[in-house]
């Protein structure tokens, strides 16, 4: 009798979800244009959708920290940000630290992340990760949902 009651609470469940339940899924995302990200994730910030971080979120990924609300993210164990200094190609090729929008990526993090980057003597050229127990700590667990998509 427990299976059933369980089965039925479950299925009233998944019935009564809509589309503003649903969740995107980050695994693995090295990032790119910070622009694209801000676009990106402004878009999903009214949707209603749930983020989770179950993977790498480096560089502009990042942007979903300040973009989305705090409590529509929640991270997996296997959650790894990764954050570094803004860039731009330079001469030669070489990439180049642009001091304005380091300064902007910086601001749009909400202020324990801000706190733990300075910590680490603010963002620079090398990646630094956040991950575990001290990720664990700015955001809520979560736990994969089958209804989950990667945006990739």
Known sequence: MKFATGLLAAVLLLAGMNAS?????ITDDRG????????KYQSLRTSGETIIIDGL???ACTVVLGEVPHDRICVTSH???G???????????????NPNAT????SLYPS????WIAARGGLKPQMIFLRGKELMSM???CYLDARASSPH
């Not at 803004?86 to 630290?97: E, K, P």
């Not at 324990?112 to 706190?115: D, L, S």
């Open 21 to 25: 339940h649903a969740a995107i899924r």
């Open 32 to 39: 790119g244009q910070i622009g694209t990200y801000v676009d």
């Open 57 to 59: 979120c480096a560089s």
């Open 79 to 81: 959650a790894n940000l």
């Open 83 to 97: 954050f570094h200094a803004a860039w731009d190609l330079g001469a030669n090729g070489r990439a180049v630290i």
């Open 103 to 106: 300064q902007a990526l910086y």
């Open 112 to 115: 324990p992340v801000r706190r």
């Open 139 to 141: 955001y809520r667990p």
